[in-house]
């Protein structure tokens, strides 16, 4: 089965650095991804992992242990606009070769002045 | 470049009805997917497409069905509409060379 698991909401001052956990338990990885929501709108690309190890994107960092089941997302410089829900997904294969995208509930952030 | 599409935007249904949303991927894009997000829960898999064949089913019932056509677009059906349908269905493609699905804006489903 597949399990991801993440904070339901969490709260952060403008400027400040906030870190969303992930902890995921799925048959089967292909790598992570993390996705920014705003409400009523798609889901955007924020960042993949596939091996261990930090990935840098300006403002936007992620980080990978497949050993321990656990990613975090890491926003510095928090603007208002980052007051969104931040999607964990893990890309697992499936029997027909392909690969499919479970994700987690999501963590509402919001960013007060 | 256009990104995904979808049609239409919002749709009202009441129980027992059919309904059928519509994608168009970005062009190149030969895989599409679709996703049910109900109201405060992360997206869940419906349906992958790929070459108009399916690739991958999620827990979902057979009232769902879906295709592809040969440009790539594809249908998502759902019969028998039942209120707990009401959700976000979104449509995400992808290219051969990329791990990153790109969502398009959704339909909003409410049935009532």
């Known amino acids: 089965g597949q399990n991801i698991d993440q904070p339901t909401e969490m709260t952060a001052t403008e400027g400040a650095i906030v870190q969303i956990n992930c902890t995921y338990q799925t048959s089967g990885f292909n790598g992570l991804f993390w996705y920014q929501q705003h409400a009523g709108e798609a889901p955007t690309f924020l960042s993949y992992n596939v091996l261990d190890g930090l990935e840098e994107k300006g403002r936007f960092s992620s980080f990978l242990s497949r050993s321990k089941g656990y990613s975090y997302l890491l926003l510095k410089e928090l603007q208002m606009k980052d007051s969104a829900s931040y999607l964990c997904a893990v890309r697992s294969p499936r029997s027909s070769g392909y690969s499919t995208l479970t994700f987690g509930k999501g963590t509402m952030l919001l960013v007060s002045p | 470049d256009a990104g995904v599409t979808q049609s239409p935007t919002h749709l009202i249904k009441t129980r027992g009805q059919h309904v059928t949303l519509r994608c168009s991927p970005i062009?190149?894009?030969?895989?599409v997917s679709w996703y049910q997000q109900v109201l405060g829960q992360g997206p869940q898999f419906i349906f992958q497409?790929?070459?108009?064949?399916?690739?991958g089913r999620g827990n979902f019932p057979d009232r769902f069905s879906a295709r592809q056509f040969p440009n790539y677009s594809s249908e998502l059906n759902v019969n028998a509409l039942l209120l707990g349908d009401s959700a976000l269905y979104l449509c995400a493609s992808r290219g051969a060379d990329t791990y990153e699905q790109y969502f398009g804006p959704g339909t909003r489903l409410t049935v009532t």
């Open positions: 497409y790929y070459e108009k064949e399916e690739r």
């Open positions: 062009s190149g894009h030969k895989s």
